[in-house]
C-alpha cells in the first residue's frame, strides 16, 4: 500500500437495471480526496459486456416509460424533485469529498441542478405539440414530440453532480431511457442519483450508470442502440466525441472547453468589478466552465482595477472543503494543479508580470492546493492567454479601447461567457449585439442562463446545433412526428389518384 493511503479504499462500481454492480473488467482508476491528496477509493472502469447490460437494460426499461402518462411523469418528478431536494447535504459532501470544492459552492452546484429538475416538473407543458384544423379540406394536421429511445451522457469532472442532471432530468422526463459515464475523477454523486431515483420511484433501467474511461466513451459513441448523446468536458475530447458519434449516425451535442473574458471599461464601478473579477475568477479554484479567465482592462481602468483585485487576494481563505471558514478549495488531482502551476513560471518567462504567485500561499498539507494568482500585462501570444488554465489564475490583459476589448474577444477561438462591465446602457447594448459568444453578461461575471432558458458557447465551446436544458433540452431529447389525418365522411369520399392538394 502506497504511503498516501491510510484508510480503507472505497470500491465505486455501476448501477444498472435499477442496482449497484460490481464491475469485472479488472480495471480501475483512483479516487483521491483532494484537500488531503490521499486516495480514498477506487472507481471500476466497465467492460464491454456491462456496457452491452446497461444499454440492454435502458432499451428494455425505455419500451414501458415511454409509456407512462404526462401526469405520472410529473408526479414522479415532483418526488425526485423533493427527494434530491432532501439530501442535497449528502449529495454537496460527496462532491467535496471527491472534487475538493467547498461544501458552500457544491450546495450551490445540486442548487444549480435542482432548478433544471424543477424546469421539466413541467414537463406536460413542454411536450405540446402544435395542431392545425382544417389544413385541407376534411384534413388536419398535427405535431407530437416523441422520445428518441436509449440516450446517454457523458460529464466532466467539475460539475458531478450538476452537469449530469442538465442531461438526465430532461431525457428521462421527455421518455428516453438514459445512460450516465460520469467523471472517473468523482464518481461517487452519480451512484447516489441512482438510489435517489429509484426511491422516488423510477421505474428499473430508466437511469443507468457506467463508471470509465476512454474505453466506455468509445463504446458508447458506436452502440447501435444509443440513439443520442450529450457530452460535456474539455474541447479536444468534445470535438472528437461529437464526430465520433455523428459518424455512427447519432444526434450529438458536445460542449467544450472555455477561455471567458470580463471586459472591464473606463466607467465601470471598479470596486464591483473587482469583487466579481475575484469571485467569478477564483471560485471553485477555477474549475468552472464559466469562470472568468481573462480580464480586460479597457484604457485607464488598468491600475485602479489590478490595485482592487490585488488588495481583495490576501483574504480569499484557502483550505479544507469541509471547514465551513475556506471559500475556495484544493484542485482536482496533483498533475492539475502542476498543469495550472505551471503558467506561474511560463507567464513571467514570456513578459507577463506576476501579481500573485499562489504557490506561496498554498496550504502545505499534502493536499492538490494552489492559492489565488494573478498575472499582469498578460498578451495574446502567451500561453497563460491562449490556454484553458482551469486553475486559479487570472490574468489580465490591457487594451487601449473597447473595440480591441472587443476584437479580442471575437478573436479567441473559445465562445462560452463573457462579461462586460459598464454604466454604459448603449455600449452594453451594442456589446450584446456584436460579441460572439453564446452567453453574455451585463454586470453579471458568470452568466449561466436559468433554467427555463438554454446554456451553450459558440464557436469551439459547443459543436452541434442545440444548447443544453431549457427549451433546446426538450428538442435534443425529442424528435417530432408530423400527422396528417383525415376521418371518413361518406359525403366527400371519392377514389382520386392526383397529387395530394392542400387548396
Ligand atoms: P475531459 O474532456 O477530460 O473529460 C470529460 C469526459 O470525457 C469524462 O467523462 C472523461 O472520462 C471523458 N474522456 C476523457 N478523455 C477521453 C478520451 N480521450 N476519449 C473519450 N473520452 C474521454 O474534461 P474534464 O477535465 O473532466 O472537465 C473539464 C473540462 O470540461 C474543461 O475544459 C471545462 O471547460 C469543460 N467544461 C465545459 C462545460 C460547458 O458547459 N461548456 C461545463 C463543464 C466543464
Redesign the pocket.
Known amino acids: 500500500m502506497s504511503a498516501a493511503v491510510t484508510t480503507e479504499l472505497k470500491v465505486i462500481g455501476h448501477w444498472i437495471g435499477g442496482e449497484p454492480v460490481a464491475g469485472q473488467s479488472g480495471r480501475s482508476g483512483p479516487v483521491y480526496n483532494p484537500a488531503t491528496g490521499e486516495q480514498t477509493g477506487e472507481v471500476q472502469f466497465a467492460s464491454i459486456e456491462e456496457i452491452d447490460r446497461a444499454v440492454a437494460a435502458a432499451k428494455a426499461a425505455s419500451a414501458t416509460w415511454r409509456t407512462f402518462s404526462l401526469s405520472k411523469r410529473t408526479e414522479l418528478f415532483f418526488r425526485i424533485y423533493q427527494l434530491v431536494h432532501e439530501h442535497r447535504e449528502d449529495l454537496a459532501r460527496l462532491l467535496t469529498a471527491e472534487h475538493g470544492k467547498v461544501l458552500s459552492d457544491a450546495l450551490g452546484e445540486v442548487q444549480r441542478g435542482l432548478e433544471v429538475i424543477e424546469y421539466v416538473c413541467g414537463i406536460a407543458e413542454l411536450l405540446k405539440g402544435e395542431y392545425s384544423e382544417q389544413a385541407s379540406t376534411g384534413i388536419d394536421v398535427y405535431s407530437i414530440r416523441q422520445p428518441l429511445g436509449v440516450v446517454a451522457g457523458?460529464?466532466?469532472?467539475?460539475?458531478p453532480a450538476m452537469?449530469p442532471m442538465w442531461m438526465w432530468a430532461p431525457a428521462i422526463a421527455c421518455g428516453n431511457a438514459f445512460i450516465l459515464?460520469?467523471?472517473?475523477k468523482d464518481p461517487s454523486a452519480s451512484l447516489l442519483t441512482g438510489e435517489l431515483l429509484k426511491e422516488a420511484g423510477l421505474p428499473d433501467g430508466v437511469f443507468n450508470v457506467l463508471q470509465g474511461?476512454?474505453v466506455a466513451?468509445?463504446a458508447l459513441l458506436q452502440h447501435p442502440d444509443i440513439a443520442a448523446i450529450s457530452f460535456?468536458?474539455?474541447?479536444p475530447?468534445a470535438r472528437?466525441?461529437y464526430e465520433t458519434g455523428t459518424k455512427a449516425g447519432k444526434r450529438m451535442q458536445a460542449?467544450?472547453?472555455?477561455k471567458n473574458h470580463m471586459v472591464v471599461l473606463p466607467d465601470a464601478d471598479i470596486a464591483m468589478a473587482a469583487d466579481a473579477a475575484v469571485s467569478a475568477g477564483y471560485g471553485s479554484a477555477g474549475e468552472r466552465?464559466m469562470a472568468v479567465s481573462v480580464v480586460v482592462a479597457v484604457g485607464d481602468a488598468g491600475d485602479e482595477l489590478v490595485d482592487a483585485i490585488k488588495e481583495r487576494l490576501p483574504k480569499v481563505k484557502v483550505g479544507d472543503g469541509l471547514d465551513p471558514s475556506s471559500e475556495m478549495g484544493p484542485l482536482v488531482t496533483r498533475e492539475h494543479r502542476d498543469k495550472v502551476a505551471s503558467y506561474l513560471d511560463s507567464g513571467p518567462a514570456q513578459g507577463a508580470t506576476l501579481v500573485a504567485d499562489g504557490r506561496d500561499t498554498a496550504p502545505d498539507n499534502g493536499g492538490f492546493f494552489l492559492g489565488v494568482s494573478l498575472l499582469d500585462d498578460v498578451t495574446p501570444e502567451m500561453d497563460a492567454y491562449r490556454d484553458?488554465i482551469?486553475g486559479p489564475v487570472l490574468s489580465v490583459v490591457r487594451v487601449p479601447t473597447y473595440d480591441e476589448a472587443l476584437r479580442l474577444v471575437n478573436e479567441n477561438p473559445y465562445g462560452?461567457g463573457v462579461a462586460l462591465f459598464t454604466r454604459d446602457g448603449g455600449v452594453a447594448r451594442q456589446f450584446q449585439f456584436d460579441v460572439n459568444v453564446g452567453m453574455v453578461g451585463i454586470n453579471v461575471p458568470i452568466p449561466v442562463p436559468v433554467a427555463y432558458y438554454s446554456?451553450g458557447?459558440w464557436k469551439s465551446?459547443l459543436f452541434g446545433d442545440r444548447h443544453i436544458y431549457g427549451p433546446e433540452g426538450i428538442d435534443f431529447y425529442t424528435r417530432t412526428k408530423a400527422v396528417t389525418s383525415r376521418w371518413p365522411d361518406p359525403a366527400t369520399s371519392k377514389v382520386d389518384l392526383g397529387f395530394p392538394q392542400t387548396r
Open positions: 457523458i460529464t466532466p469532472f467539475n460539475f452537469v459515464k460520469p467523471s472517473e474511461d476512454k466513451v468509445d460535456v468536458g474539455s474541447t475530447i472528437y466525441v460542449l467544450g472547453g472555455a466552465c484553458e482551469f462560452n446554456f458557447g465551446s
